[in-house]
């Protein structure tokens, strides 16, 4: 019963986020000065009648509750306007761009929570040693650099070594394999990238998290018992603080998705985050929006899944 | 003040500000970048850093004449690091201010007034601390005129919600303590509890807070100068690594353009960063 009222709990507030950012997506590209169609076309040699023509297209010469209304019907089916760049569905076009982010994002997220935990259990395990203030020091530091310029940088330093541009060449042999390796060739340099940046997150939040757990006394319990230094950490120390760390990279999903951005727009991988870019400059508002509220969307069930997974694993919590 | 740098020694050391190296260090650098971003504007002449007028050679690696090389139109890089140390810096701090501004203001305003008000500030709050603040910020300097004002509002207006959390934290912790009972039971009205038992225990945190959120906003005005959506009249690290990107500096190796914007941003941001950690530690010491 508990259990069922918090779960129903969870899903209305996450259900509210998910209108709310419909509406956000709505309103933020609705009520701005200027006229969209307008600024879109601007550049190019386009006449009033054209400009009424698109307006009427794109249902812009409708009142605004009615703008509204279609808007978020169409939504419901999944339809999230048509791109004025690419003069396809917005859906469309993002759906073909979803695979080459869910790799790129994927693999770098695999390796940054792994590799960003393993560091910080054994930076907040020897606090202040040597390993802990070079460790905390690369974190901080990579914090402070930018996405982008991490990834010029390594662009320029590692030259020819690894293709800077796209995720395919063109005159791969067509097996799997060779394909394969391609991609993986490709992938490197944006990863690393977006690795860098996001596993100096994940260490700290994983250092922070257990130094919180040092002082307790079922740890002193643990060593009292006799077991060695290394057992205490791995069975006893870091179950504990694992849980709030694996929460938070779940809730900093949304750093990720703006490592993204930028980090495809400086390799040009072909994805979500490079179609961001192209909507910014054209820019084209329809797929603009249809990005937002799809990027958005994601984050708010990102966030559901940690608090969901936390329930799970933590029964602490259940009873909360 | 004084108590504040260099506080009691009690049992564990030294606990004022002075006492962290990392937070000096950091300090001093930022006192240094301030000047920079002062005096740059007056010293350099305007003719030096206009396009149309510099008589350099583009591409320039470095040199005797110009000791970081020149950018794609034969601008001195050394210059326009300096140059654009101010635009970076004010936009760092007037988008922390409206940040740490709004983010005070809902906190307190939460905490203190229980309610529906509450429900729906916390509600909103939740709402924008969860979606991506980089995406909402480049969406709004999408749409709203290019200048230097929308982007600081893009990055204030997209980064408040930590600070509303953490103040309404704080809000509630101290409301419950018995003095301020106290001082309700006494007739003190919403003004008094919070103009005399809130803020001030708030402020301590919220100058952490601003500090940090400071380091934010300039790693987030350099990726929107980035992504091309910064102001175009004005010189900022970011809108300088657009341009090497945009020109092809890294195919041409020219890293005089690419590793001096970068490396301000870096030291700057963590700057920021360690004097942030420092007033934490001073402000919440440990046991």
Redesign the interface.
Same mark, same amino acid.
């Given at each position: 019963m508990r259990l069922g009222v918090r779960l129903w709990g969870r899903l209305g507030g996450a259900a509210l986020s998910l209108v709310m950012v419909a509406v956000l997506g709505f309103f933020l590209f609705r009520v701005v000065p200027g006229d969209p169609v307008v600024s879109m076309t601007r550049g190019r040699p386009t006449t009033a009648a054209m400009q009424a023509e698109l307006r009427t297209q794109f249902g812009l010469d409708r009142p605004l509750h009615e703008q509204f209304w279609n808007y978020l019907t169409s939504l419901l089916r999944g339809d999230l306007g048509t791109s004025f760049t690419f003069r396809r569905p917005v859906s469309e076009v993002i759906l073909e761009r979803l695979g080459p982010t869910l790799l790129l994002v994927g693999t770098s997220t695999v390796i940054a929570v792994g590799l960003g935990l393993w560091l910080g259990v054994r930076a907040a395990w020897r606090r202040d040693s040597a390993f802990d203030r070079a460790a905390t020091g690369v974190s901080l530091t990579l914090w402070a650099v930018p996405t982008f310029w991490l990834g010029m940088l390594l662009m320029m330093a590692t030259g020819d070594l690894f293709p800077s541009r796209g995720m395919r060449d063109t005159d791969t042999a067509p097996d799997f394999v060779s394909q394969a390796l391609d991609v993986g060739h490709h992938l490197v340099l944006p990863s690393l990238t977006l690795v860098a940046v996001v596993c100096a997150e994940y260490m700290l939040v994983m250092r922070s998290s257990l130094l919180e757990e040092m002082h307790a006394p079922y740890l002193t319990t643990a060593r009292a018992k006799g077991l060695r230094d290394d057992l205490v950490r791995r069975r006893h120390a870091v179950p504990n603080a694992v849980l709030p760390a694996i929460t938070l990279v779940f809730l900093r999903f949304g750093l990720v998705v703006a490592g993204a951005i930028t980090t495809e727009t400086v390799f040009s991988w072909p994805g979500l985050g490079l179609l961001f870019y192209d909507a910014l400059t054209g820019p084209d508002y329809f797929l603009l929006q249809g990005l937002l509220v799809v990027t958005a969307g994601a984050v708010v069930v990102m966030n559901l899944l940690a608090e969901l997974l936390y329930g799970v694993l933590d029964p602490r919590v259940k009873v909360v | 003040m004084s108590g504040f740098l260099t506080r009691g020694t009690g049992r564990g050391g030294k606990t004022g500000f002075l006492a962290h190296r990392a937070g000096v260090a950091g300090a001093a650098v930022l006192a240094v970048a301030a000047l920079v971003a002062v005096i740059a504007p007056l010293l350099i002449p305007a003719d030096a850093l206009d396009v149309t007028r510099v008589t350099a050679a583009p591409w320039q690696s470095p040199g005797a004449d110009h000791w970081l090389g020149t950018d794609h139109t034969g601008r001195s890089v050394a210059l326009l690091v300096a140059q654009g140390a101010g635009t970076s810096l004010f936009v760092g701090l007037t988008a922390a201010v409206l940040a740490v501004g709004i983010g005070t203001l809902v906190g307190i305003v939460s905490g203190h007034f229980g309610g529906l008000l509450a429900g729906a500030l916390l509600?909103v709050t939740?709402?924008f601390l969860?979606?991506?603040?980089?995406?909402?910020a480049?969406?709004?300097s999408? =749409? %709203?005129?290019r200048g230097l004002g929308t982007i600081v509002l893009a990055i204030g207006l997209t980064s408040w919600p930590s600070t509303a959390r953490m103040v309404r934290a704080q809000t509630l912790t101290i409301e419950a303590r018995p003095f301020v009972e106290r001082a309700r039971a006494l007739g003190g009205g919403h003004g008094h509890v919070i103009g005399r038992h809130v803020l001030p225990s708030v402020v301590p945190l919220v100058l952490v807070n601003a500090t940090l959120a400071v380091?934010s906003a300039i790693?987030a005005e350099?990726?929107l100068a980035?992504?091309?959506?910064g102001d175009p009249t004005r010189i900022s690290w970011?809108a300088m690594?657009h341009q090497?990107?945009l020109h092809g500096?890294?195919p041409q190796?020219a890293?005089w353009f690419?590793?001096p914007p970068?490396v301000a941003?870096?030291v700057v =941001? %963590?700057a920021f960063?360690?004097v942030g950690r420092a007033l934490e530690a001073v402000v919440t010491p440990k046991r």
């Open positions: - | 509600r939740d709402f969860v979606l991506p603040a980089l995406v909402l480049i969406a709004l999408t =749409v %709203l005129p380091a790693v350099s990726t980035f992504l091309g959506l970011g690594l090497a990107q500096a890294v190796r890293w690419l590793l970068g941003i870096v =941001v %963590l960063t360690l």
